[in-house]
Structure formats: structure tokens, C-alpha cells
């Protein structure tokens, strides 16, 4: 039994040896052999794209990237209330319009279990609220000038909510500041609000 372990010792000794290449125990490159070799094979400097570039410029500022909305033309203009759209789930599109003062806003209840009701924090002084019921199509007329902000209430948490501007954004300081604190209520898509309000 004790013959075997020491076979087995020796063979994988000579295994090992020859693995290396080397039959003495010393260290088989020199120093200088072992710095030319770091050298060799260390990455020169580091690759850094255009477009990473850019996506760390608007993580850090978004509003520097963001496109602006234009004026939406004609006194009438649809909004959808959607279980998916191009800008994700749960959502209102167009979800960010600008409007003149007197227009007409029809939500259209496209998919079900949606609804638009204004948030009172976020709507010009002296401007009427709404609040449509559940799958219903409803209609409101924009007299005051201002920024709304409006949401559906069962997906309020997934921050399904939409921004229209009247003629000139005339409470926007406040409206971003009541949405910072808003945007608290919402487990998921935590930034949209802040970044519809970018684009105005
Ligand atoms: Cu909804």
C-alpha cells in the first residue's frame, strides 16, 4: 500500500516537471524575463466610445439630451390611454403635449382600466380639475394658461401620467418641485414624470 503512495508521488513529481520544462528548482524566468512579459500583455490605455460618452453626460444631466416638444397644431388633440406604447408601459400618448390656451384635450380609453384625473398639486391656479372614470373617453377644454400634470389612478405607482402645456408654462418652477416630491409615489419608471417635464 505505502509503495503505491510513493509511486503515485513520484509519478506525479515527473508530471509536473515536465509540465515546466524545467528540471531545477529554480525560478524559470528571470525578473527582467517576467516584466517584459507584464508588459507585453497589459491593455494599452482604455477604449472609451462616443456613445458612452454621451450616455453619461445625460445620466448626469438629462436635460442637456432631451428633444423639446413642439406646438401641437389644430384647437383638438387625442391623447391614448395605453397598456403599451413607444415610451413603455401603462401610459399616455402622446404622453407630453403643448397646446394653446382654449384647445381641447380628448382622452381616449384605447385599452381598458385606464382613467385621466389631474393631480391637485399640479395644475395652474385657478385651473379646473378633471377626473374621468374608469375605461371612460372624456373631454376638457384647456382655458387657463399653465402646465397640468393629470395620471391614472390604478397605475399612478407605475407613474402612468401625462403633462400638457397651455400656451405659456407659467407654473413650471412649481410644477417641477411638487413632481419631485411626487415622484416619490412611484415604484416604478421613478423619472419619467421628471423627464416629460424636460421636454417643455
Ligand atoms: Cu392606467
Known amino acids: 500500500m505505502s509503495s503505491r503512495i510513493v509511486l503515485l508521488n513520484n509519478f506525479v513529481l515527473l508530471f509536473f516537471l515536465a509540465g515546466c520544462g524545467f528540471g531545477g528548482d529554480k525560478d524559470p524566468l528571470t525578473e527582467k524575463q517576467k516584466t ?3 508588459e507585453r500583455i497589459a491593455p494599452v490605455g482604455s477604449v472609451v466610445k462616443v456613445e458612452d460618452l454621451i ?4 445620466a448626469v444631466s438629462p436635460e442637456m439630451s432631451v428633444d423639446k416638444v413642439a406646438l401641437s397644431q389644430g384647437n383638438e388633440h387625442v391623447v391614448e390611454m395605453l397598456n403599451t406604447g413607444d ?3 401603462m401610459i399616455f400618448d402622446p404622453a407630453v403635449i403643448r397646446v394653446s390656451k382654449g384647445d381641447t384635450i380628448h382622452f381616449r380609453a384605447v385599452d381598458m382600466s385606464h382613467n385621466s384625473a389631474t393631480i391637485n398639486s399640479m395644475i395652474p391656479p385657478g385651473a379646473e380639475s378633471w377626473t374621468g372614470l374608469m375605461n371612460q373617453d372624456i373631454s376638457v377644454v384647456l382655458d387657463i394658461e399653465g402646465v397640468y400634470v393629470y395620471q391614472c389612478d390604478p397605475h399612478a405607482m407605475m407613474a402612468m401620467v401625462g403633462v400638457i402645456q397651455v400656451g405659456k408654462a ?3 418652477s412649481e410644477v417641477k418641485i411638487a413632481a419631485e416630491k411626487y415622484k416619490s409615489n412611484f415604484m416604478l419608471n421613478a423619472e419619467r414624470l421628471t423627464g416629460y417635464l424636460a421636454q417643455l
Do not use: P
Open 36 to 38: 517584459m512579459i507584464a
Open 170 to 172: 407659467v407654473n413650471i
Open 87 to 89: 415610451g413603455g408601459n
Open 55 to 58: 450616455q453619461e453626460r445625460s
